[in-house]
Structures are given as structure tokens and as C-alpha cells.
């Protein structure tokens, strides 16, 4: 999966992008998914649940990439 995902605000929680983006079915999955390791962000990986995902940012994992930009 490759998507863009158009940001209204100046972030969004790296757990919020990835319920909005459909990678996790809710955002207590999405928590898991970035505890264990399974997310990156602009080449590096994330554990931390709320990182602030700003335009310009690539988040990755396996099978998906959402590429953030300005709406």
C-alpha cells in the first residue's frame, strides 16, 4: 500500500495516522504495532506511540508506506 495522507494541522500522532490510514483497524492496535517495532519514520525507526508526524514526513513499515503532505 502506498498512500498519501493530506495534513490539515501542523501534526498528527504517528498512532492517529495509522488508524486514519487503515494499517491498524483502531488505535490501540496501531500502539501495538509501533511498540514492536514494526514502523519507521523518515528511514528510522519509532517506538514512541504519539511522535508528531509533520508534512514532509514518509512513515513505512512492512507492505505500506504513507507519504504526509500539505492539503
Not at 17 to 43: N, P, Q, R, Y
Amino acid at each position: 500500500m502506498n498512500e498519501t495522507y493530506q495534513l490539515r494541522t501542523d501534526y498528527i500522532a504517528l498512532c492517529d495516522l495509522l488508524k486514519t490510514c487503515s494499517v491498524c483497524d483502531s488505535g490501540g492496535a496501531a500502539k501495538h504495532f509501533i511498540a514492536e517495532g514494526h514502523v519507521m519514520v523518515d528511514g528510522q525507526q519509532e517506538l514512541r506511540k504519539t511522535c508528531k508526524i509533520r508534512v514532509g514526513q514518509v512513515v513505512s513499515g512492512d507492505g505500506f508506506t504513507i507519504h504526509v503532505v500539505a492539503a
